[in-house]
């Protein structure tokens, strides 16, 4: 489940940390952030409200609410960190072509880590689990356009 606003700002206060105006305003988009933006996109979004807010700031914000372990930032391939307010462990299904991502519980059972990277004396600290393939709208698309395609008549 996503970190509350409050729950965020708290964190920094906690930390002896001050509420500026631009933490106030990104620990609110971080709550309603539940489309994985980028940290390019949250930026943009927050110079709606603020227009001076710098993309340095953006980052060192993200940066720290996730080192806190409040928010995740995470690679998904798609060019730029993803902003996720969900920080508890979950997989994402990625879409090829629309770069569309569906947040997926975990299977419970899976390990942690292989046993082998125990073995390894290799330390664990965090696991991404990531689908790729189409979403159901692409799929459908891509559907569509190859009948399309045999319709005239074949291939060479
Ligand atoms: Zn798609
Ligand atoms: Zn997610």
Not at 14 to 42: F, Y
């Amino acid at each position: 489940m996503p970190v509350p606003a409050t729950d965020l700002i708290t964190a920094f206060r906690a930390r002896g940390m001050k509420i500026t105006p631009q933490r106030q305003l990104l620990c609110s988009l971080i709550e309603e952030a539940h489309d994985h933006p980028t940290v390019e996109t949250l930026h943009l979004r927050a110079m709606q409200k603020m227009p001076t807010i710098s993309l340095k700031t953006v980052y060192t914000t993200l940066t720290e609410l996730a080192e806190f372990g409040l928010i995740r930032l995470v690679p998904l391939g798609t060019g730029s960190l993803r902003v996720d307010p969900d920080p508890t462990p979950h997989a994402h299904l990625v879409c090829r072509d629309c770069g569309s991502i569906i947040d997926q519980p975990l299977e419970p059972n899976l390990a942690p880590a292989p046993a082998q990277a125990e073995d390894l004396g290799f330390i664990v600290e965090e696991r991404d689990v990531i689908y790729r393939g189409r979403c159901a709208a692409c799929a459908k698309k891509s559907a569509a356009q190859i009948s399309e395609e045999g319709d005239v008549g074949g291939h060479a």
